[in-house]
């Protein structure tokens, strides 16, 4: 059966590979495959008040709410086979919602990759072996410092001690149930107030016995005045300042632009989806706000929604003028 499933999955990679380049030698939308990558929303609700997050900021238009047990059996039942990865992530914080676990459990009973993130301050002793016992196949955990205070002009609310205690713990206990998984992923999300604590995250990350320390660039909404946060120019920034010249892009004279040329191709479009709390379908995890319904998994299914002419018609934006897509006007995606 997995060997099965694993040829499925294969085949479904290669048919969308293959029709993406085709979508951009023609112009025009091709697909051949299915979603092989799907993100799922456990949750809107956050205990952070993150500055540079819609969530955190409380500043969604659309309802807040959590996912029930039932209608994420409904969604993982219409999934195709040919899904190979499931992120249990998209607004708010995955451990606020108590079905997590169960989540996790029924997506790896379908031999999913399961993979969540977190900002690490529900890692209890009962958590985190739930946690493990549920099959996840990896944990990131948020991390942007290496003291409090650092920590803390991002992470407004949160505590780094009980971050750090959480990982600690989290490594402990899964060598004591003997496990592998699973993966545990730091994050160090690059800003300005933290540039300086690059070398010291890794040497952190280490001693408290994480598999990985990754760092990751940050996304700004407000590109038109100067923000403390942005890092300098340079490799850990995704925009560069504009030296009093309009954005093209948006007619809008400001201080940054994103560095992204923006080409007319994304490869998203053609290998996954993210899925809201109410079953909503988006193209990708840039559409925070899901501007961009392109289905509702509550009338419709998911093939019908994949194939259809919504999708289809968001496709042909892409390949002809993805610039003029508001959430593409910010994105890093360049393939």
């Known amino acids: 059966m997995q060997r099965r499933v694993s040829v499925i999955r294969i085949v479904n990679f290669i048919k969308l590979i293959s029709s993406y380049l085709l979508s951009i030698l023609l112009r025009k939308p091709v697909y051949w495959g299915t979603a092989a990558f799907v993100s799922v929303e456990p949750t ?13 900021q409380r500043g969604l238009t659309r309802d807040a709410g959590s996912l029930n047990l039932p209608d994420f059996s409904r969604i993982i039942e219409q999934l195709p086979p040919q ?16 079905e997590l676990f169960h989540f996790i459990s029924l997506a790896r009973e379908r031999q999913i990759y399961v993979w969540s993130s977190s900002n690490g301050h529900f890692l209890t002793e009962e958590n985190i072996r739930k946690t493990i016992e549920s099959g996840l196949n990896k944990l990131i955990i948020s991390l942007d410092g290496t ?3 650092t920590y803390g002009k991002y992470r407004i609310g949160g505590s780094f001690e009980t971050v750090v205690h959480g990982i600690r713990d989290f490594t402990r206990i899964r060598k004591e149930m003997n496990s592998r998984k699973p993966l545990l992923e ?8 933290n540039q300086h604590q690059i070398g010291e995250i890794k040497k952190l990350g280490k001693s408290l016995g994480a598999d990985r320390t990754v760092l990751k660039t940050a996304q700004f909404y407000d590109l038109s005045q100067e923000n403390p946060l942005i890092p300098e120019e340079g490799k850990w920034s995704r925009y560069k300042q504009t030296r009093g ?14 560095k992204n040329s923006l080409p007319n191709r994304c490869f998203r479009m053609w290998s996954g989806c993210v899925i809201t709390w109410d079953g909503k379908v988006v193209p990708c995890c840039f559409d925070k706000d899901a501007k961009h319904c392109l289905g509702d998994l509550k009338t419709q299914s998911f093939k019908e929604i994949w194939h259809g002419e919504t999708y289809r018609a968001f496709r042909q934006t892409i390949l002809k003028n993805r610039k003029s897509v508001e959430i593409c006007r910010n994105c890093s995606q360049k393939v």
Not at 44 to 56: A, D, K, Q, S, Y
Not at 83 to 98: A, D, I
Not at 186 to 193: H, N, P, W, Y
Request: aromatic share 12%; glycine share 6%; charged share 20%.
């Open 83 to 98: 899904v190979s990865y499931l992120t249990l992530y998209f607004q708010g914080e995955p451990y606020l919602n108590k």
């Open 186 to 193: 730091i994050q160090f999300l690059v800003l300005r107030s």
């Open 147 to 149: 003291d409090q205070e």
């Open 44 to 56: 809107t609700h956050c205990n952070l008040r993150c500055p540079e997050c819609l969530t955190g």
């Open 245 to 258: 010249q309009a954005d093209k892009r948006t007619s809008v004279l400001g201080k940054f632009m994103i």
